[in-house]
């Protein structure tokens, strides 16, 4: 996945959390920051389903596909 550089105003406390978790779980600061926005983004909500499913990738994609052509359905009315 490609990274992009930025900067960011936090609070000094914040900074000073993210340090020291990233020190104590051997972390840069920034994966520290990127997984917590991703966390409260629902972002690992898809990786969480697909560990605790037992489909396959065709029954997955299937399923999804299913799901799409519903809601579009529902969607015209």
Same mark, same amino acid.
């Given at each position: 996945? /490609? +990274?992009?550089?930025?900067?960011?105003?936090?609070?000094?406390?914040?900074?000073?959390?993210? +340090? !020291?978790? =990233? /020190?104590?779980?051997?972390? %840069?600061? *920034?994966? !520290?920051?990127?997984? =917590? !926005?991703?966390? !409260?983004?629902?972002?690992?909500? &898809?990786?969480?389903?697909? =560990? &605790? *499913?037992?489909? %396959?990738? +065709?029954? =997955?994609?299937?399923? /999804?596909?299913?799901?799409?052509?519903?809601?579009? +359905?529902?969607? /015209? %009315?």
């Amino acid at each position: 996945m /490609a +990274k992009t550089r930025t900067t960011l105003t936090i609070d000094e406390e914040v900074l000073r959390a993210v +340090k !020291v978790h =990233a /020190a104590r779980t051997r972390q %840069g600061e *920034s994966e !520290v920051i990127e997984g =917590a !926005v991703r966390r !409260v983004l629902g972002f690992d909500l &898809a990786d969480r389903l697909w =560990a &605790a *499913s037992n489909l %396959g990738e +065709k029954e =997955a994609m299937d399923l /999804a596909i299913e799901a799409q052509h519903a809601t579009r +359905k529902d969607l /015209a %009315g």
